[in-house]
């Protein structure tokens, strides 16, 4: 049985959710799709300079959590950049900081854990 998702706290959100060169239009195969919580691992490390232990802390996730999502971001990034493809910032596992207390987060009906989503295949369906 695969991990049940957990999820992470995020204090801001995109101002803008695709970014690409100007004047080329894009279909479905040239859009890189990255998560809320992709783009505020890097805005923590790369903007506000916090290493990834600090990050982890602030998003209420572990430090190798944390790794996983930058690096996966920073392809991202340079694929973007080099490839010259667009990139939409949309969805993931996340609560705004202000949503983000015990008492808001979902409950598993079948297990009782507080603020895990568990995916398809994990027996217990969406929350």
């Known amino acids: ?33 990255m998560t809320v919580e992709e783009f505020e691992t890097i805005r923590l490390i790369d903007l ?23 690096n996966d971001a920073r392809q991202k990034i340079a694929d973007v950049l080099v490839n010259g493809k667009a990139l939409k910032i949309e969805g993931g596992d996340y609560r705004i900081c202000e949503e983000f207390s015990e008492e808001s987060l979902p409950k598993c009906r079948p297990c009782g854990r507080k603020g895990y989503r568990h995916g398809k295949g994990s027996g217990h369906g969406r929350i």
């Open 1 to 33: 049985m695969p991990r049940p998702r957990k999820w992470k706290r995020v204090c801001q959100m995109p101002g803008f959710q695709t970014y690409g060169p100007m004047g080329k239009s894009f279909d479905d195969a040239s859009v890189v799709a």
């Open 48 to 70: 506000e300079g916090m290493d990834q232990e600090h990050c982890a802390e602030k998003m209420g996730v572990a430090r190798s959590t944390i790794q996983r999502l930058y």
